[in-house]
């Protein structure tokens, strides 16, 4: 099965930081991966697809970047609204596999 | 609207049954692949299984494989999840996902939450 392995677990930053969230995936997976936003008791929600692709509605402060097997996420400046936990997901083959999660906090 | 609605979820002994429903609205249904995905307290998201548009083709993951089985009637704009011989491994809340080809899942259910408990 594919792995993606994702960084850091915890992070804790303020609101107007930029923060990065790393996930790695352990072959080739051709772009095909998503970045979603979950908030206690809710469902995901879709951010970026296509590795880079900014879903409708998602704000501008989100981005999303590929360099081979290496897939970013940026926030370009914090938001209240943005302290939640994000996942990557490969959709390249399955059993898809997602990342463990990484949780932002308020510093 | 586009959404998602899951129900069937509840406490159920070790080796018992369980089926899931997904009513899906404001999109049409029989275009789409499905998707379950779940995730236990606390824990992570994992995918669980997934479905073509006419219901031909099917895919799980290896940890319920034998167990559980996806379904849907299109007539009725329902995904189903049929669980058997639980464990208590698959306490989660189980969502269910539209899948876009190049999207991904894009729309997703407010989750079912499923116990499996003596």
């Known amino acids: 099965d594919m792995q993606m392995t994702q960084s850091p677990s915890t992070l804790s930053a303020s609101v107007g930081d930029r923060v990065t969230i790393t996930c790695r995936a352990s072959?080739?997976?051709?772009?095909?991966l998503a970045w979603y936003q979950q908030k206690p008791g809710k469902a995901p929600k879709l951010l970026i697809y296509?590795?880079?692709s900014l879903e409708s509605g998602v704000p501008s402060r989100f981005s999303g970047s590929e360099s081979g097997t290496e897939f970013t996420l940026t926030i370009s400046g914090l938001q209240p609204d943005d302290f939640a936990t994000y996942y990557c997901?490969?959709?390249?083959?399955?059993?898809?596999?997602f990342g463990q999660g990484t949780k932002v906090e308020i510093k | 609207e586009v959404q998602l609605v899951e129900s069937g979820g509840g406490l159920v002994q070790p080796g018992g049954s369980l089926r899931l429903s997904c009513v899906a609205s404001?999109?049409?249904?029989?275009?789409?692949?499905m998707h379950w995905v779940r995730q236990a307290p606390g824990k992570g998201l994992v995918w669980v299984s997934r479905?073509?548009?006419?219901?031909?083709?099917?895919s799980n993951a290896d940890s319920v494989k034998g167990r559980f089985t996806i379904s849907r009637d299109n007539a009725k704009n329902t995904l189903y999840l049929q669980m058997n011989s639980l464990r208590a491994e698959d306490t989660a809340v189980y969502y269910c996902?539209?899948?876009?080809?190049?999207?991904?899942?894009?729309?997703w259910g407010q989750g079912t939450m499923v116990t499996v408990s003596s």
């Open positions: 479905i073509n548009s006419d219901g031909s083709s099917t």
């Open positions: 996902a539209r899948y876009q080809p190049f999207y991904g899942s894009d729309i």
């Open positions: 997901q490969q959709y390249n083959s399955y059993p898809w596999t």
């Open positions: 296509k590795a880079s």
């Open positions: 072959q080739s997976i051709s772009s095909w």
């Open positions: 404001g999109f049409t249904f029989s275009s789409y692949w």
